[in-house]
């Protein structure tokens, strides 16, 4: 019986620590559409902006990559979180062929994405942070960009919101999809980049699992 009490607690705090709530959107909006001086560059370009369901305290962006049908890499891109509550984010994304366009510290056979999160609450000042990171194009050849898409309905999948996809096929063509299952099993050939992001109410879900009253210690 207390080792059946032990497992329980412990599962209570496992939940606690990793359960967080994804929360929605309420609408999201994209552009894919790189400028001139990106197609020179072979510079593949995305924003997104999204308005949440319900104000958050914790942004991250996710990059998950596909090949040939499978996940094989997740990488956390950005993150952070905030003391008041949030209501919008918007995300930025550019990836650079290190071949191609020679970057600082860059090393050839490696793509680079550079992701930007930022976030407001329409009354404050916005938040911004930015990281960037180097994959191998064993993980993810977007070398030639076959195509790519964004999701506009705000909905979560796989305990994360998606926003857009960067895509390539291999020569083959492309096809869209509902969800990220959905376009992975679409493309059994290609590369898939699916970006999303995760917004949680961190604050908010501990002062709930907190204690509503207070207990005064016994004289």
């Known amino acids: 019986m207390q080792l059946t009490g032990i497992v329980l607690i412990l599962a209570l705090l496992a ?3 990793y359960g967080a709530d994804p929360i929605g959107a309420e609408k999201v ?5 790189p400028d001139r001086l990106a197609r020179i ?3 593949n370009q995305a924003q997104i902006h999204v308005d949440a369901q319900r104000p958050f305290t914790s942004a991250s962006v996710r990059l998950e990559f596909y090949r040939n049908g499978k996940k094989i890499d997740t990488k956390t891109a950005a993150a952070a979180s905030h003391v008041n509550p949030q209501t919008t984010a918007t995300v930025s994304l550019q990836t650079a062929d290190l071949d191609f366009l020679k970057l600082a510290d860059g090393k050839s056979g490696n793509i680079r994405f550079h992701v930007e999160l930022t976030t407001s609450d329409r009354n404050g ?3 911004y942070t930015a990281q960037s990171h180097d994959v191998a194009k064993t993980v993810c050849s977007l070398t030639e960009l076959s195509g790519a898409s964004w999701w506009p309905k705000g909905t979560i999948h796989d ?4 926003l857009c996809w960067l895509m390539h096929a291999k020569g083959k063509g492309v ?4 969800n990220p299952s959905n376009l992975v099993e679409n493309n059994p050939d290609a590369d ?3 970006v999303s ?8 879900e501990n002062e709930v699992a907190a204690p509503s009253g207070s207990s005064k210690p016994q004289k």
Do not use: F, R
């Open 192 to 194: 898939i980049v699916v």
């Open 159 to 162: 305990g994360a919101l998606p």
């Open 125 to 127: 000042p916005s938040l």
């Open 197 to 204: 992001l995760v917004l949680t109410d961190l604050a908010h």
């Open 41 to 43: 560059l072979h510079v």
């Open 15 to 17: 939940s606690a620590s």
């Open 29 to 33: 909006t994209g552009n894919l559409a």
């Open 175 to 178: 096809k869209s999809g509902e």
